[in-house]
């Protein structure tokens, strides 16, 4: 069971949204665009030494210095991350885990949404290797540092779309099902959630300090869906930057999720009015709150990255 739901609370909302972050260490995925940039900007300017996690560092040296004119004092690193190699997710953790004495937040925030049919360089389905394998593979693998780290917790970006989720455990990655790129997004979000509600659960068994919450941003306007070649990908390009919020709302149920000290671990945070609004806590899907099919996945993801989970 997941954290009981309560209305918001006033005091916890200006506590999450103000406060010096002077010596907190926050990994972001996906940083360079979007909700990722904007999620590094207030994290910066409220002092936060931000960790820009990006698939392509020499964007992401660019995105760092135009962050640094619009920040005074941004505190940025920027390190290769490709969520869809795993042995980048190894190389990655593995650096952090040797340069840092430990690490208080990591922000799982990057994916990609209705692409075209694709394997990643482990033979993966793209869409599942980059929005639930790799993700997951960071998470597990950035642990034991974030054990380390001051209040430390992990956030996952998932989706309304969660909602229309299907997670078949012996076809993850379309195989023999035909593959549809709405439906590879919906079980990727499905998973996430059911992956970050696990998560909790396992580590508050044996008494770790970390807690892992997940998030969904409503619908904001993103280069989220502008890769591939369909009708829902022509409509992310061309109409949603007109219809949908910001990103400054849409990075508000992450940042929630980030930094509000009142939320326990487990607790989803999503938009108001579901499509926009301030943040408010949620109460996912009934198949995210499967703990039987949360734990096979679980385990599934684990022979899939081939990671442990030493007492997990």
Known sequence: MGPTLSPDRLAGVADWRTGDLGGRRVVVTGATSGLGREITRVLSARGAHVIMACRSPHKGEAVARELRREVTNASLQVESLDLAELDSVRDFAARLTARLEGLDVLINNAGVMAIDEARSADGFELTLATNHLGPAALSLGLLDLLGR?????????????????RVDLEDLNFERRAYRPSAAYAQSKLANLLFALELDRRLRRVG????????HPGA????????????????MRHVAPHVLQGVSRGAAPMLRAALDPELAGGTYVGARYLLFGPARLERPARRARDSALASALFERTLGLVGATSPGL
Request: net charge neutral; glycine share 12%.
């Open 149 to 165: 780290g001051d209040t430390p917790r992990v956030t996952s970006m998932s989706s309304i779309v969660h909602w229309a989720g």
């Open 208 to 215: 770790s300090p970390v807690r892992s919450l997940a998030a």
């Open 220 to 235: 904001s306007a993103t280069n989220l869906g502008h890769e591939g070649s369909g009708l829902v990908n022509a409509l």
